[in-house]
């Protein structure tokens, strides 16, 4: 076997609750700002939630042709805009030289729910013939990746990961892989979702997942003793990937090396954490040893940290039994404090938040932190950013169905 390529971030795009590009919403975020509004996507008064992370003014037209976005399901738009902008950023064209070596992996946890949603109505109360023939391209979970290739003309490896909460961090952490074998020198990669529809939102809340928070200032708040469910949130993000000997042959510019991947499943509950996070253990212990790292080697962990009361517990307990009495010296914060719960782009959005805090040097803060709950005693940077040397961080994803997904990012070292 030749040996493996090493593998590097070259290009950041995002639309999410925070900003519509990675410079503004790395601004709101080290500045502690909350992407929290009052629901306005469905009728609040209908639902106990009354809170979401939404992009209230997102304008698909502002990124791409509207006749195209037509066709395009809500979470497909968040994902072709923010891949435009990623490989913008990584100032990287497509083309007949990379096409076939380039690919695309973007993950959905639930897909076209805003299609389903209408395209059902339209079939209840007109009839067949009146579903729309763009019904099940629009819907699929899929149509985010596939969209994206077509729009930019990768050729490559083109699939999806539908892992709940995890389909943004596997299908990162996939991709990572895809390149690290040799099977493609350029991976579009990333996470995206809309849920906020009625279907959706009824049956989040039916189980009790949410925060009934009226409150969106305070609502999202992982790891504090008040927390009483998660704040959902819409949005994409995309990374690009690529191999250190492509990046190095274009002069490209690297955020950071991508070393490690585990994946896991808890093989226990539909909805609930295996008791003290023991499948996230294994998953970050696989990071690590992927990634050729120790626990001391880590400064940073950006968490699940979903403001539920038994994901951040068993989320901390196991990152004591991973990280030991390192585990006390560990910076961990939950970026969902400020973006919501983006479900399948939570992986993608926070591997971002995880990347630039390696480059900058500085740590987003876990804001609403205000009671300390006695089973949740890390350090999780609370309410204020920190300035501090990053040699090498993880980010986790926990989902619905046990799946358990970490990424290992560190410095980029010649």
């Not at 729910?113 to 979970?141: C, H, W």
């Not at 729009?151 to 990162?172: E, R, W």
């Not at 997942?209 to 995309?238: H, K, L, Q, W, Y």
């Not at 959005?349 to 990347?355: P, Q, R, S």
Request: one cysteine or more; glycine letters at 10%.
């Amino acid at each position: 076997m030749s040996e493996q390529e090493r593998v590097v971030v070259t290009g950041l795009g995002t639309v999410n609750p925070l900003g519509y590009d990675t410079e503004t919403t790395w601004e709101q975020a080290l500045a502690g700002t909350s992407g929290v509004g009052e629901l306005t996507r469905v009728n609040k008064d209908e639902f106990p939630m009354k809170v979401a992370a939404e992009l209230k003014d997102f304008n698909a037209g502002d990124f791409m042709d509207k006749k195209e976005a037509r066709k395009m399901d809500r979470f497909t738009q968040f994902a072709v805009a923010s891949a435009f902008m990623a490989l913008k950023d990584a100032d990287l064209e497509i083309n007949d030289d990379n096409a076939e070596r380039t690919g695309v992996w973007i993950g959905s946890g639930i897909g076209g729910m805003e299609t389903y949603e209408q395209q059902f109505r339209n079939f209840l109360d007109k009839g067949a013939r009146r579903v729309s023939p763009f019904f099940v391209p629009m819907m699929i979970p899929d149509m985010a990746s596939g969209q994206v290739s077509i729009a930019t003309g990768a050729k490559g490896i083109n699939s999806c990961s539908v892992t709940a909460c995890a389909s943004g961090t596997n299908s990162i952490g996939d991709s990572f892989k895809v390149i690290q074998r040799g099977d493609a020198d350029i991976m579009i990669t990333g996470g995206t979702e809309a849920p906020i529809t009625n279907i959706a939102v009824a049956g989040f809340s039916a189980a009790k997942a949410i925060t009934t928070s009226e409150d969106p200032a305070t609502a999202s708040r992982p790891f504090d003793a008040n927390r009483n469910g998660f704040v959902m949130g819409e949005g994409g993000a995309i990374l690009i990937l690529e191999s250190l000997t492509s990046a190095k042959r274009r002069g490209a510019h690297i955020y950071a090396e991508i070393v490690g991947y585990g994946a896991t499943g808890d093989a226990y509950h539909i909805t609930a954490p295996a008791p003290e996070g023991e499948g996230g253990q294994r998953s970050m212990q696989q990071a690590l040893e992927d990634g050729g790292l120790a626990p001391e080697d880590i400064t940073y962990m950006n968490a699940h940290g979903t403001s539920t009361e038994y994901n951040d517990k068993y989320e901390t307990m196991a990152l004591k039994k991973v990280f030991g009495s390192h585990a006390s010296e560990l910076l961990v914060s939950s970026t969902k404090s400020m973006t919501g719960h983006l479900l399948g782009a939570a992986g993608a959005i926070e591997a971002l938040f995880t990347v630039k805090a390696i480059e900058d040097g500085v740590i987003p803060p876990t804001i609403n932190y205000e009671t300390p709950d006695p089973d949740c005693d890390l350090d999780y940077v609370p309410n204020e950013k920190r300035e501090v040397s990053i040699n090498a961080a993880l980010s986790n994803s926990l989902g619905f169905g046990g799946h358990n997904a970490t990424l290992a990012f560190k410095q980029f070292v010649e």
